[in-house]
Antibody
Framework: EVHLVESGGGLVKPGGSLRLSCAAS????????MNWVRQAPGKGLEWVSS????????FYADSVKGRFTISRDNAKNSLFLQVNSLRAEDTAVYYC?????????????WGQGALVTVSS | QSVLTQPPSASGTPGQRVTISCSGS????????VNWYQQLPGTAPKLLIY???QRPSGVPERFSGSKSGTSASLAISGLQSEDEADYYC???????????FGGGTKLTVL
């Protein structure tokens, strides 16, 4: 059974940093693209970033470009999101999602999410 | 303001058929396939329709998707109380080089 479990969320001050992790199990992690999608409290879904199976292709939303970095460790079945220079508007639940296809929004499995709160 | 436009709300009575629209442009819906997600309160989104009109295993046949030009639609027939949720359309945008979601539609079963 496919499982995605996010961790690393928490309360951080504006300008601070966090590293989100997503532990994958139940499938061949190295064969799939992975994504981060976030949802601010009471708001809709926002795509954040995508990374291909071999990390050859990486894309970011304009709202996070230059501040967030997506990466993966296929040997450890893990996906990461380094979030720097955090702003209040980055407060959200961050979901990792598996993508059978790169450059698409076909996300067949999602984690339960990790809450990031940016506040002084 | 979302790149894809959805009505903020929709409603229907049990047994009815409801449709939710998703409007985009040539750089997103016009060029790529559309996916739909259902999000029940307090839970992660769930894939409902992929590649415009395909249902993942386990999704009831009551749910169907379609796409024409730069618009897409999700139809739910035989509405049930458990269908009350938020629904999102999503696709890739070639101009933005990224994923885009609609603003979401809150479906209420009266």
């Amino acid at each position: 059974e496919v499982h995605l479990v996010e961790s690393g969320g928490g309360l951080v001050k504006p300008g601070g940093s966090l590293r989100l992790s997503c532990a994958a199990s139940g499938f061949t992690f190295s064969s799939y693209s992975m994504n981060w999608v976030r949802q601010a409290p009471g708001k809709g879904l926002e795509w954040v970033s995508s990374i291909s199976s071999t990390s050859s292709y990486i894309f970011y939303a304009d709202s996070v470009k230059g501040r967030f970095t997506i990466s993966r460790d296929n040997a450890k079945n893990s996906l990461f999101l380094q979030v720097n220079s955090l702003r209040a508007e980055d407060t959200a639940v961050y979901y990792c999602a598996r993508a059978p296809v790169m450059s698409a929004t076909f996300f067949d499995y999602w984690g339960q999410g990790a809450l990031v709160t940016v506040s002084s | 303001q979302s790149v894809l436009t959805q009505p903020p709300s929709a409603s229907g009575t049990p047994g009815q058929r409801v449709t939710i629209s998703c409007s985009g442009s040539s750089s997103n819906i016009g060029s790529n396939t559309v996916n739909w997600y259902q999000q029940l309160p307090g839970t992660a989104p769930k894939l409902l329709i992929y590649n415009n009109d395909q249902r993942p295993s386990g999704v009831p046949e009551r749910f169907s998707g379609s796409k024409s030009g730069t618009s897409a639609s999700l139809a739910i027939s035989g509405l049930q109380s458990e269908d009350e949720a938020d629904y999102y359309c999503a696709t890739w945008d070639d101009s933005l080089n990224g994923g885009v979601f609609g603003g979401g539609t809150k479906l209420t079963v009266l």
